[in-house]
Structure formats: structure tokens, C-alpha cells
């Protein structure tokens, strides 16, 4: 294991500091020959309270990028990437990208394929898993689509009883969002996109309740993205069952501003908070195509405080004159040299934040930061560039410790993270490579087991 003892340091950024290994071979149809990385995490804000120890990574999906994650009670670990086929046609809308999901129950040392139903592209878990109380898995696909009614949109529930050998479904589920807008907008590859979007976390409640929160848009929500006019900026929303999934009531808004960010609000990950002072507190964390915002609740949703910026460490995507010479004679998409005066070229973007709370109550956060926004993959060296642990002894109040897992690497800088069966130990996945698949790509993570300094 390889142990860092978090001692109080200045908010001074090292270089990047890796480890190149052996080329691999990776497996599949479109065959590509991945330079794997060991990267070796550092330090950039620490409080001296916990020490980390981290385990070798792993290589856990091969081809897959944006993965997503769910730890069952028996501790196997359930991954799901997107990998470069297309999906199965189908009048439901799907991601543009095919999804394999593959399962460990040796503690990450071997991973097993979960196959597909003939002709089906089955669940796309980025619209969050989880096991309640009494066992049973609960899965609902990324999507909500346009219902026959009014102000109703269709989800899909998954379920397993038998801790993933088998899933069941999709069944298909009413949430019913009154003013829903689904239509009139397209995604960030300029197609339409007439649906909803349920992202990271279903949390259940003490009395069974679940909550869960997704993003897109009501009527009158019309403000065009800054990067892209056709696609409408997003709003952060919370939904919840009180009959085990089977249908869903819009609670509230979460955050919207159109004045934001340059999309809004979306890629929400929510968190319930038991232990502390504020018991019962939800706190979500969302990525505005800027900096993170947070907002919180101590009403089980019903109401949230004023969204907020969340930076971590020190580490301002506005702050451009620390990257505008590095990046100066570089060429964005276009061709055409990124421009200082232009927002969209040189500043960054935080992106997906995760959040899960520990069963000793510690805070963990994962979350990838992008330096610049949308030149991040061709010019990806820059060492603020890469995948951040943060930690939060005081139930999310102060972030006295953050960690870069990589850095100046080409990754989509999605994360997920879960508590192992051991306390304070968890499984962390993040990506190499991007959509172009011209320098390899793969999903590897890492055990990190965290203590408190006596």
C-alpha cells in the first residue's frame, strides 16, 4: 500500500508525477493499443488529521469511459462504462454509446461480464442504484422519457433480489413533474434531446421513502447554453416514491439560475448526512459547466438554501492567468488559437461531482476538474487537469483534505466512489482516454482506506 500522511502543506500545486507501464492490448472489436498509467496521488490540501493509504490500481473495464458504481451488501462491486458500439435501435431514447457492466466478488481481483439480453441495451445505471434496507436492488435508467399525459414522464425500474446475479426489467414508472418541458433542446453533441435526466444517487429514507434527483427543464426554461445556442440551459430537481420506486412526485427545485454557469444545472449527486448536528440534512452537489455549486436541505427536500459555489483546494477554474501562457500558442477544436478573452476557450469546468457519506459519518467527494473546459483532451498535460478525492470531517461544513488521483491525464474526469464492507474503506473508479478512442481507453480504480490521526 502506498501511504500518505496528510500533513498541513501550502496551497501550492506540484508537478504532475506518473509512472508509465506496459503497453496493453485491450479486448473487443475495435482493438486499441492503451498506454496504461500509474498514477501516483498527491496531495493538494491537507489538514494533518487523516492519513490515506492507497492500493495498486486495477484494471477493471476495459474500453469503457464515465463509469458509475454500486457496492452491494455482500461487497460486490458493480461497474458499468459506456464501451465504443453503438446501441441496439430502439424507439427509446438511449445513449449514443453502448453500456457493459461488469461485476466483482473478489474484491476487485477479477471481474466478470454481465450479458445483455438478446436485441436489448438494458439498464443505463447513470440514473443511480441502490440496496435497501431489506435487500432488494433498485436501478433506474438514466432517461425519462415523454409520458401520453401532461406533465408525466416515464422512467425504468430494474430490480434484483439475489445481489445482481440476475436483473429484472425494465419495468416502466411514472414521475409525475408538473410544467415538465421536454422538448425543444438538444444535447451537447447538438442532437435532440426530449427526455429528462436522473443522475448518481437514490438515497432511502429512514421510513423507506426514496429520493432521488435528475435534471432538465420546465416551461419557460429557455436560456441558451453559452457554448451551444440549440441546447437550453438545466435546472437541478428532487423526486420522491413512497411506494418503492413504482412511481415518483416532483418535491422541488433544487437550484436554477439562468445567469449560471454556461449549462445551468445538472450532473447532481445527492447525500443524506445521519450523523452530527444536522441529522437528516441533504446536501447536492451539481456542476454548472464552471465551478461546483451546492445547495442543502433540512426539510427532506421540501425547500434549499441558496445554491453556492463549492471550490475545493484552492482550485478557481476562473483563475486563468495560472494556465494562459501554457496554453497560448495551442489551437482549440476550430483551429483557431484559444483565445484568453474568450470564456468558453480558457477557463475550466468542474465536472460530475460524487458524494457519499461514510458509516462513520466522514464526507467523501469525488469530482474531476478540467483545465481548459473543452481543450482539455488534445492539450491534457496541464497538472490541475485530472481526478480529485476531497474529504469532510465536520459532515461537509470544511474540506480539509484533497486529493488528485490523476493528473495531466486524458480522462472525461468521471468518478465514482463506494464504502467497502470494511469502515472507512473505499473503492474508487475514474477513466482513462476519451470518445476519439485514439489513445486507448479503459476504466482501473483503486481500494483507499482512510484512518484518523490519534
Given at each position: 500500500m502506498l501511504n500518505i500522511i496528510m500533513k498541513k502543506i501550502p496551497r501550492t500545486f506540484l508537478?504532475?508525477?506518473?509512472?508509465?507501464?506496459?503497453?496493453?492490448?485491450?479486448?473487443?472489436?475495435?482493438?486499441?493499443?492503451?498506454?496504461?498509467r500509474q498514477n501516483i496521488p498527491e496531495m493538494v490540501e491537507a489538514d494533518g488529521k487523516l492519513r490515506l493509504s492507497f492500493g495498486e490500481?486495477?484494471?477493471?473495464?476495459p474500453r469503457g469511459l464515465q463509469p458509475s458504481l454500486l457496492r452491494t451488501a455482500?461487497?460486490?462491486?458493480?461497474?458499468?462504462a459506456q464501451v465504443p458500439e453503438k446501441p441496439f435501435p430502439t424507439s427509446r431514447m438511449v445513449y449514443h454509446s453502448a453500456m457493459e457492466t461488469r461485476i466483482s466478488r473478489d474484491d476487485g481481483k477479477t471481474w466478470t461480464i454481465i450479458p445483455l439480453k438478446p436485441g436489448e441495451n438494458?439498464?443505463?445505471?447513470?440514473?443511480?442504484a441502490v440496496q435497501l434496507r431489506d435487500g432488494t436492488i433498485l436501478a433506474l435508467d438514466t432517461y425519462i422519457t415523454p409520458g401520453t399525459k401532461p406533465d408525466e414522464g416515464i422512467g425504468q425500474l430494474y430490480t434484483s433480489t439475489n445481489d445482481w446475479r440476475t436483473l429484472e426489467g425494465p419495468k416502466d414508472v411514472v414521475f409525475e413533474i408538473p410544467g415538465a418541458d421536454f422538448y425543444g433542446s438538444k444535447d451537447d453533441d447538438n442532437h435532440p434531446h426530449?427526455?429528462?435526466?436522473?443522475?448518481?444517487?437514490?438515497?432511502?429514507?429512514?421510513?423507506?421513502d426514496l429520493l432521488t434527483t435528475f435534471y432538465g427543464r420546465l416551461k419557460g426554461d429557455k436560456t441558451p447554453s453559452t457554448y451551444m445556442p440549440s441546447m437550453m440551459k438545466l435546472r437541478v430537481m428532487l423526486a420522491r416514491s413512497t411506494n418503492r420506486g413504482e412511481r415518483w412526485k416532483l418535491v422541488s427545485t433544487v437550484a436554477v439560475d439562468p445567469a449560471i454557469g454556461t449549462e445551468g444545472f445538472d450532473e447532481p449527486v445527492l447525500a443524506?448526512?445521519?450523523?452530527g448536528p444536522n441529522a437528516g440534512r441533504l446536501i447536492c452537489l451539481m456542476r454548472t459547466g464552471r465551478e461546483l455549486r451546492e445547495s442543502i436541505s433540512d426539510d427532506e427536500g421540501v425547500t434549499w438554501?441558496?445554491?453556492r459555489p463549492r471550490v475545493f483546494a484552492g482550485l478557481d477554474i476562473y483563475r486563468t492567468e495560472l494556465w494562459v501562457d501554457h496554453f497560448r500558442n495551442f489551437r482549440g477544436s476550430k483551429g483557431k488559437l484559444l483565445d484568453e478573452n474568450n470564456p468558453d476557450d480558457l477557463r475550466g469546468?468542474?465536472?460530475?461531482?460524487?458524494?457519499?457519506?461514510l458509516r462513520s459519518g466522514l464526507l467523501v467527494a469525488a469530482f474531476g476538474v478540467r483545465i481548459p473546459q473543452r481543450a482539455c483532451w488534445p492539450h491534457s498535460e496541464h497538472f490541475w487537469n485530472g481526478n480529485y478525492l476531497a474529504f469532510s470531517q465536520d459532515h461537509g461544513q470544511t474540506w480539509g483534505n484533497v486529493v488528485r488521483m490523476t493528473s495531466g491525464d486524458v480522462t472525461t474526469h468521471y468518478m465514482a466512489v463506494e464504502e467497502t464492507l470494511t469502515d472507512n474503506k473505499i473503492f474508487v473508479i475514474y477513466d482513462h482516454g476519451d470518445w476519439s478512442n485514439k489513445r486507448g481507453r479503459y476504466v482501473y480504480g483503486r481500494f483507499v482506506e482512510v484512518a484518523v490521526k490519534p
Open positions: 508537478q504532475i508525477t506518473t509512472v508509465l507501464a506496459t503497453v496493453l492490448s485491450l479486448p473487443g472489436p475495435k482493438t486499441v493499443a492503451a498506454e496504461t490500481e486495477r484494471m477493471v473495464l455482500s461487497g460486490a462491486l458493480v461497474v458499468q438494458g439498464l443505463n445505471m447513470e440514473g443511480g426530449d427526455a429528462q435526466r436522473l443522475h448518481r444517487r437514490i438515497l432511502e429514507l429512514p421510513n423507506g443524506r448526512v445521519s450523523k438554501s441558496p445554491h469546468a468542474v465536472v460530475d461531482p460524487e458524494l457519499i457519506e
